[in-house]
């Protein structure tokens, strides 16, 4: 038995199509324009027109003003990625921060830092590239990152001893700004620093100076030259006074760390009546940890900090502290880059003034 199909059109019933289910086909991807494309519209050769591209001298007046207008009638995009892998120019710098994700959004000086290098590069028309470094694996997939070729040039922030990425960093002669100056770091790379000793002995003499005896430190990063350089300072300027046993360190520059470490102090320590927090968020911590024990600023213990970010701004009292200018060191630091880039400047080094702000908290 043969069975005739009737095609569904035949008796009134419309085809099925995916526009009469929802469903759009998209549409054709427009193909981007090329040279060809340009030199073609133009009449003039290839040659021409990537001559004309890579702002050489020797492209005629009358051809200039083809090319020109082929490139408006074909809308003609250069593809700046290509041309920069060609001519072995990303325009682009590196920020490193050697800091835990959760200290990178907690910590206003790296914030600021980075809006100054950012400032810096921009207006050079260079790109930052943001690199975070939190762990072994990070600084493995830095490495590979930095070694493919896709910065020119970094900023290296928080840099701690022993840093492999130091080690990279100089392997592949990458033009380099330290903010701050780890021992181990690379020769041929330029600084940006502050006296951070200095700074903490001044703040340290002002605390000892309101009568404080029993003056404790909370120290934190001694793995790199900034938190190393505030607790020789802080020993120096207490001189005999200085007690060993009143020093609590702390791996970071934390609120947490702070406040942990001034509940330890307090508890080793009842009689402690001055504090100096190697950083403001380490003193904002230590604040909380002094008045959950019962213990009133600066009426009981005067506390000081360093940095003058916002922390020191949120607590209660104002905090007395350190200001060290993090924007222009990040800004100082992408410029030294530069100079690196633009005009294959030495290695150099450049120190920040930094002041003591006293507000209410001592």
């Known amino acids: 038995m043969n069975v005739h199909r009737v095609p569904p059109d035949a008796l009134g019933v419309k085809r099925r199509s995916r526009y009469s289910e929802g469903v759009q086909t998209p549409r054709p991807r427009k193909k981007r324009a090329t040279v060809h494309d340009v030199a073609t519209h133009s009449g003039v050769s290839r040659g021409t027109v990537s001559r004309y591209m890579n702002g050489e001298r020797y492209v005629s007046a009358t051809a200039r003003e083809a090319i020109e207008a082929a490139i408006r009638e074909v809308g003609y995009v250069p593809n700046?990625?290509?041309?920069?892998?060609?001519?072995?120019?990303?325009?682009?710098?590196?920020?490193?921060?050697?800091?835990?994700?959760?200290?990178?959004?907690?910590?206003?000086?790296?914030?600021?830092?980075?809006?100054?290098?950012?400032?810096?590069?921009?207006?050079?028309?260079?790109?930052m590239a943001v690199l975070v470094v939190d762990s072994d694996r990070?600084?493995?997939?830095?490495?590979?990152?930095?070694?493919?070729?896709?910065?020119?040039?970094?900023?290296?922030?928080?840099?701690?001893?022993?840093?492999?990425?130091?080690?990279?960093i100089d392997r592949l002669e990458l033009p380099a700004a330290y903010v701050g100056h780890p021992p181990d770091a690379p020769e041929s790379a330029s600084f940006v620093v502050i006296d951070n000793r200095s700074a903490a002995h001044a703040i340290t003499r002002r605390?000892?100076?309101?009568?404080?005896?029993?003056?404790?430190?909370?120290?934190?990063?001694?793995?790199?030259?900034?938190?190393?350089?505030?607790?020789?300072?802080?020993?120096?300027?207490?001189?005999?006074?200085?007690?060993?046993?009143?020093?609590?360190?702390?791996?970071?520059?934390?609120?947490?760390?702070?406040?942990?470490?001034?509940?330890?102090?307090?508890?080793?320590a009842p009689d402690l009546d001055g504090l100096f927090a190697a950083s403001d968020a380490v003193a904002a911590g230590a604040m909380e940890a002094l008045r959950a024990a019962g213990r009133r600023v600066p009426e009981d213990v005067g506390v000081v900090g360093f940095d003058d970010s916002a922390w020191a701004?949120?607590?209660?009292?104002?905090?007395s502290t350190v200001r060290q200018p993090a924007r222009e060191l990040g800004a100082a630091a992408a410029k030294l880059v530069l100079d690196k880039l633009i005009g294959d400047a030495a290695p150099s080094q450049l120190q920040l003034d930094c002041t003591v702000v006293w507000r209410d908290s001592a």
């Open 313 to 319: 701004r949120r607590t209660v009292p104002a905090l």
């Open 138 to 168: 990070d600084t493995d997939r830095v490495a590979r990152y930095l070694s493919g070729g896709f910065v020119e040039g970094v900023v290296i922030v928080s840099a701690r001893s022993q840093d492999p990425i130091s080690d990279v």
């Open 80 to 127: 700046t990625a290509a041309r920069n892998l060609v001519m072995q120019r990303s325009q682009s710098v590196g920020l490193i921060v050697h800091e835990p994700g959760s200290l990178f959004v907690e910590d206003p000086n790296i914030g600021e830092i980075l809006l100054g290098a950012n400032a810096t590069l921009s207006a050079a028309d260079h790109q």
């Open 207 to 268: 605390l000892a100076d309101t009568g404080r005896r029993r003056i404790g430190m909370i120290a934190a990063a001694l793995d790199r030259d900034s938190g190393a350089d505030r607790l020789a300072g802080f020993r120096e300027a207490l001189g005999d006074a200085f007690d060993p046993d009143l020093v609590e360190r702390i791996p970071l520059y934390s609120y947490l760390s702070g406040r942990e470490a001034a509940a330890t102090l307090i508890e080793r």
